[in-house]
C-alpha cells in the first residue's frame, strides 16, 4: 500500500504540476480525443511537450507513463489541468483519504521532476538583493514584521527558502514571512522565485484556516483570481525557477498566503495578507 500510496502522490503533484506553465490558460473542453484543447496563453504548447517527456519518465504499465498510459493523451492532460471533467478534490473539494499517506517528501520528488521545465528564470546571484528589495510605493515596519502597500498597485519580489533563512519560509523586502498589507482595489503582483535547492515551493492567497491543511494545493482556494501559482521546481545551472500572481485585492478581509506544497505550510510557511477597506 505505501507504493500505491507513494506512486498517486507523484501522480497527485504530477497533475498539478501539469496546469504550471499553463496555469492562465482557459481549458476548453471540446477537442479531439488524442490531442489537448487549443488554448490561450504562449506557454502551453512547450508546457504539454514538457509535460509528455517528464510523463515517459514512467515506465509502460503505470497509470501515467509510457508511450499508452492514460495520463499521457490529451484527455488526461486536460483533467489535469483541472477541467470539468476533474474531480471534485482538484476542484477545491476534500482530497480523498487515500492519497494522504506518503513515505517521500513530496516536495523534493516535484523538485527534482521539474526542474527543467519551461519558464521564466532568474540569476541566483540577483537572489540575495531581490529577498532585500523594499518595493516601490511600500512601507516596511521591520519591528513589527510588516509590508503595507499605500497604491493602487503592488509588485513585491517573495523568495522561497531562499539561503540565510530558515527552511520552508518566505522572504521578502527582508523579512520572513512579514505581514502583508494592502488596499481593496489594489492590483497585486507577486513574482515567487524559487531559491531553495532541492525542493519545489509555491504560493497561493486563501482565505484563512487553510494554513491546517496537509496539502494546501488541494484545498486553499485561491481568494481572488490569479492568486495561485502552484509550484516551481528546483534551480538548475539556467536559473532560479520564478513565476508571477496578478490578481485584485478585491475584497477586504483577512487572508493568508501560504506554500502549497504538502507539509510546508504546516512546518509554517505562510503568512498573513490584509486587505483594508
Ligand atoms: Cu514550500
Not at 497527485?12 to 504550471?20: D, F, N, P, V, W
Not at 519591528?143 to 499605500?150: G, K, L, P, V
Not at 485584485?248 to 510557511?269: D, F, I, S
Request: charged share 10%; hydrophobic share 45%; with cysteine.
Amino acid at each position: 500500500m505505501v507504493r500505491v500510496r507513494s506512486t498517486l502522490t507523484i501522480a497527485m503533484t504530477a497533475m498539478i504540476a501539469a496546469g504550471l506553465g499553463a496555469a492562465i490558460a482557459v481549458v476548453a473542453t471540446r477537442s479531439s480525443p488524442t490531442q489537448p484543447a487549443v488554448v490561450s496563453g504562449p506557454s502551453y504548447g512547450s508546457s504539454y511537450s514538457y509535460y509528455r517527456s517528464m510523463m515517459s519518465r514512467f515506465g509502460t504499465g503505470s497509470m501515467m507513463g509510457g508511450a499508452n498510459g492514460s495520463m499521457m493523451g490529451g484527455a488526461g492532460y486536460r483533467w489535469m489541468m483541472g477541467s470539468t471533467a476533474a474531480p471534485g478534490w482538484m476542484r477545491g473539494g476534500t482530497l480523498p483519504s487515500y492519497m494522504m499517506g506518503v513515505n517521500t517528501d513530496p516536495g523534493k520528488v516535484m523538485g527534482r521532476l521539474f526542474a527543467d521545465a519551461p519558464g521564466p528564470r532568474v540569476n541566483p546571484a540577483a537572489a540575495p538583493r531581490l529577498g532585500n528589495e523594499v518595493p516601490a510605493g511600500a512601507t516596511v515596519a521591520s519591528a513589527r514584521h510588516r509590508i503595507t502597500f499605500s497604491g493602487r498597485t503592488a509588485r513585491l519580489v517573495v523568495l522561497a527558502s531562499p539561503a540565510g533563512s530558515p527552511d520552508e519560509t518566505f522572504r521578502a523586502a527582508g523579512l520572513v514571512d512579514p505581514t502583508i498589507v494592502v488596499r481593496a482595489g489594489t492590483q497585486v503582483s507577486i513574482e515567487l522565485v524559487n531559491a531553495d535547492p532541492d525542493t519545489a515551493h509555491g504560493l497561493v492567497v486563501s482565505t484563512a484556516r487553510s494554513a491546517s491543511s496537509w496539502a494546501p494545493m488541494m484545498t486553499a482556494a485561491p481568494a481572488f483570481a490569479g492568486s495561485a501559482l502552484w509550484f516551481l521546481g528546483d534551480p538548475t545551472s539556467a536559473g532560479m525557477h520564478a513565476g508571477t500572481l496578478r490578481f485584485t485585492a478585491a475584497t477586504a478581509g483577512n487572508y493568508e498566503y501560504l506554500c502549497t506544497v504538502p507539509g510546508h505550510a504546516q512546518k509554517g510557511m505562510r503568512g498573513v495578507f490584509v486587505v483594508t477597506g
